[in-house]
């Protein structure tokens, strides 16, 4: 009867032990620490891409704003914004549009022709990306488009 009450009593500090109690529980929240930790690079990673693409547009529009013949440079324009953006594959050449301010008013495209005296001139640069996850998330695109965009004058007039 002694061993028979001795085994229940081991049995019952089995159960009511609290050994490897803490290894399940790393088990458990392992995972969720990972994946938080996944994302937090992801989103570090797409906002360093879309502050890239912003000061790759600014890039453009100061080459392009520095006087009336760089604004009409567009390949220069393009240039250097792909220099800042470090010549990125995921950027695609950025665009320049040339705008107009006359008399002081709303900027619209540049009239063709004759142009009034009083018409400030300013640079448009936009630079399109495609921020790429390093890992493929159910319910969430590959890819998301990232873009910047800048409006800047054009200096010596």
């Given at each position: 009867m002694s061993k028979l009450r001795a085994a229940k009593m081991r049995i019952k500090d089995l159960i009511s032990s609290d050994r490897g109690?803490?290894?399940?529980?790393?088990?458990?929240?392992?995972?969720?620490?990972?994946?938080?930790?996944?994302?937090?690079?992801?989103?570090?990673?797409?906002?360093?891409?879309?502050?890239?693409?912003?000061?790759?547009?600014?890039?453009?529009?100061?080459?392009?704003?520095?006087?009336l013949t760089t604004a009409l440079d567009n390949t220069g324009v393009q240039a250097a914004a792909l220099r800042d953006a470090q010549n990125n594959p995921n950027f695609s050449a950025p665009t320049l549009t040339h705008l107009c301010s006359v008399g002081g008013g709303a900027l619209q495209t540049c009239p063709s022709g004759t142009v009034p005296a009083n018409t400030v001139y300013y640079v448009k640069v936009q630079v399109n990306g495609k921020f790429k996850s390093l890992l493929s998330y159910p319910g969430?695109?590959?890819?998301?488009?990232?873009?910047?965009?800048?409006?800047?004058?054009?200096?010596g007039q």
């Amino acid at each position: 009867m002694s061993k028979l009450r001795a085994a229940k009593m081991r049995i019952k500090d089995l159960i009511s032990s609290d050994r490897g109690a803490s290894l399940v529980e790393f088990a458990v929240v392992a995972p969720v620490l990972i994946f938080l930790a996944i994302g937090l690079i992801e989103v570090g990673r797409y906002t360093t891409f879309a502050i890239t693409a912003a000061n790759a547009a600014r890039a453009g529009a100061q080459y392009g704003a520095q006087n009336l013949t760089t604004a009409l440079d567009n390949t220069g324009v393009q240039a250097a914004a792909l220099r800042d953006a470090q010549n990125n594959p995921n950027f695609s050449a950025p665009t320049l549009t040339h705008l107009c301010s006359v008399g002081g008013g709303a900027l619209q495209t540049c009239p063709s022709g004759t142009v009034p005296a009083n018409t400030v001139y300013y640079v448009k640069v936009q630079v399109n990306g495609k921020f790429k996850s390093l890992l493929s998330y159910p319910g969430l695109p590959p890819s998301i488009n990232v873009n910047g965009s800048i409006v800047m004058r054009v200096a010596g007039q």
